[in-house]
């Protein structure tokens, strides 16, 4: 049998997510379970931010701290009445999911900045890609082929949409060396690189999951598993924060299959779907 050539990504499996699951243990409080901060939405994308906090909810996060503008605070909490609004101590930050890095005001650049000050490993989505030339190696990035590009752009380099799209294996992997921090490139096949080498592939087993919202849950996935895997990242084979991202894209797209039944969803279905999917894949590691 041939082996896999080194220039292919792993292709991230069901056991590996496992692992990367914590289970909280009798002597866990919510704060041992992992605190995310979540700084995301805004008054033209407030249900960004509910999108995001119900997905880190219901993957089971200890405790989420969420600080935005008032109409996606108000959503927010409609929605999920156990989140703290307050400022504190969190395990890992989420940070712009329906921002507009063009509209960022000044309140909301100090709050964006401070995140990324704290020694916690960190998200950065849609509106706060740009700050990845700021961030440290704590640090995943979330851009589908067009965000990459434009980050590309902004660095000085000008690399076409359709590049990405024809070859995004070697353009996260490229990223990921460029701007020093963990790559995550979504589409139907999400490819995971980090700047030490590490390169994972993630395949969707059905497109309904290519929906309005889904990269707002899929960034409420992925800190979840930040904030509880915080004391753990490097206990992983290879890239830790490489392996918990890829284990948000292996959770979403197997949560997008299980709303779907092979049918349409929203990506509130995929939120919602989550505790069934991870008891599924707990329950296997158990049998």
């Avoid at 329906?98 to 401070?114: I, K």
């Avoid at 096949?189 to 849950?217: E, H, K, L, N, Q």
């Avoid at 949560?255 to 894949?281: F, H, K, Q, V």
Wanted: net charge negative; glycine share 12%; hydrophobic share 45%.
């Amino acid at each position: 049998m041939s082996s896999q050539s080194e220039n292919e990504p792993h292709e991230f499996t069901a056991g590996d997510a496992r692992r990367v699951v914590r289970i909280p243990g009798p002597a866990d409080d919510k704060y041992r379970r992992g605190v995310l901060g979540v700084q995301t939405g805004s008054s033209a994308y407030p249900g960004a931010a509910v999108l995001g906090v119900e997905a880190a909810v219901r993957t089971g996060v200890g405790m989420v701290r969420y600080l935005g503008d008032s109409a996606p605070t108000s959503l927010v909490l409609q929605r999920r009445p156990e989140v703290v609004t307050a400022q504190g101590r969190v395990q890992a930050w989420l940070l712009g999911s329906g921002m507009n890095t063009e509209e960022r005001s000044g309140e909301v650049a100090r709050r964006l900045d401070a995140a990324i000050a704290e020694q916690v490993p960190r998200v950065l989505d849609a509106g706060a890609l740009d700050l990845a030339a700021h961030a440290d190696r704590a640090t995943i990035i979330t851009p589908h082929a067009g965000e990459l590009s434009s980050l590309w752009g902004d660095a000085g380099e000008s690399v076409e949409r359709s590049a990405i799209e024809a070859d995004p294996t070697s353009w996260a992997r490229r990223s990921a060396e460029r701007f020093g921090v963990t790559v995550l490139v979504k589409g139907v096949r999400t490819i995971v690189a980090s700047p030490g080498g590490a390169c994972m592939s993630v395949t969707a087993s059905s497109s309904w999951a290519a929906t309005a919202g889904s990269g707002d849950v899929l960034g409420g996935i992925l800190g979840a598993l930040l904030a509880t895997n915080a004391e753990h990242i490097d206990s992983y084979d290879g890239d830790g924060l490489a392996s918990i991202a890829a284990a948000a894209a292996f959770l979403h797209q197997a949560a997008a299959a299980r709303a779907s039944a092979g049918g349409p969803i929203s990506a509130l279905d995929i939120a919602e779907a989550m505790p069934g999917t991870i008891s599924e894949l707990v329950r296997a590691e158990l049998r």
